[in-house]
């Protein structure tokens, strides 16, 4: 069965730190992988999502995630973090064969201080 | 476009009552998903739709949880009875089709006492 890990449970960082969360996922084949934020008071929203390809992916507001198969991660990054980053984020993994669905990890509750 | 829909946005209810809530897909989107999630958890799928027939409900805790999705469009989410462990935020989603990135609801946001 696929499962997901998030390495860090709350993450406080000051504006304009570097952002990196981790993800790892338990599954032996082809996946796609996906990075999902909730801000304070907001629904899910997708940042972004890797399928196949060039596994570095950006998504929106500068975030970006690489996906590296040996180690079975898809770790999201952003250069330069804003207060207005501060939400719930949740790396989800799909295998692509017929059957498997959508497993989301526990979520990283990153807080950025002004 | 519209986003998803879904109601009630709050319940309260005691163990051994029942609860429905209900959601309302953006318009076209083949799959729908009913999610639990229990605070300090990320979410896990308890059922999805494929149209109006069910392609996955693995995790549906089928004594007391049942769902449905009525011609393919709204659906439906009961539990009955309701148990302790049963509080949690239900997120509705729903995607072009099973691969397709999936857009989520406000959620349900459900106290059982």
């Known amino acids: 069965a696929q499962s997901v890990s998030q390495h860090n449970h709350h993450v406080i960082l000051s504006e304009a730190a570097s952002l990196e969360l981790g993800c790892n996922y338990s599954?032996?084949?082809?996946?796609?992988l996906f990075w999902y934020v909730q801000y304070p008071g907001q629904h899910l929203q997708l940042l972004l999502k890797?399928?196949?390809?060039?596994?570095l992916v950006k998504g929106i507001k500068g975030f970006e995630a690489e996906f590296i198969k040996s180690k079975f991660s898809f770790n999201l990054r952003k250069p330069s973090v804003q207060w207005s980053d501060t939400a719930e984020y949740f790396c989800?993994?799909?295998?692509?064969?017929?059957?498997?669905?959508?497993?989301f990890g526990p979520g990283t509750r990153l807080s950025v201080l002004p | 476009e519209a986003g998803v829909a879904q109601s009630p946005r709050y319940k309260i209810i005691e163990k051994r009552q029942s609860v429905a809530f209900w959601c309302n897909p953006i318009?076209?989107?083949?799959?729908l998903y009913w999610y639990q999630q229990i605070l300090g958890q990320g979410p896990k799928l308890l059922i999805q739709?494929?149209?109006?027939?069910?392609?996955?409900d693995s995790q549906l805790p089928k004594d007391r949880f049942s769902a449905e999705r009525l011609k393919g469009v709204d659906s439906t989410l009961k539990i009955q009875p309701a148990k302790l462990e049963d509080s949690a935020v239900y997120l509705c989603?729903?995607?072009?089709?099973?691969?397709?990135?999936?857009?989520f609801g406000p959620g349900t946001r459900l106290t059982v006492t």
């Open positions: 989603a729903s995607s072009l089709d099973t691969s397709y990135e999936q857009y």
């Open positions: 599954y032996g084949g082809t996946v796609n």
């Open positions: 890797y399928f196949s390809g060039d596994p």
């Open positions: 989800a993994v799909k295998g692509d064969n017929y059957g498997q669905n959508f497993v």
């Open positions: 318009s076209g989107h083949a799959t």
């Open positions: 739709f494929q149209n109006n027939g069910v392609v996955d």
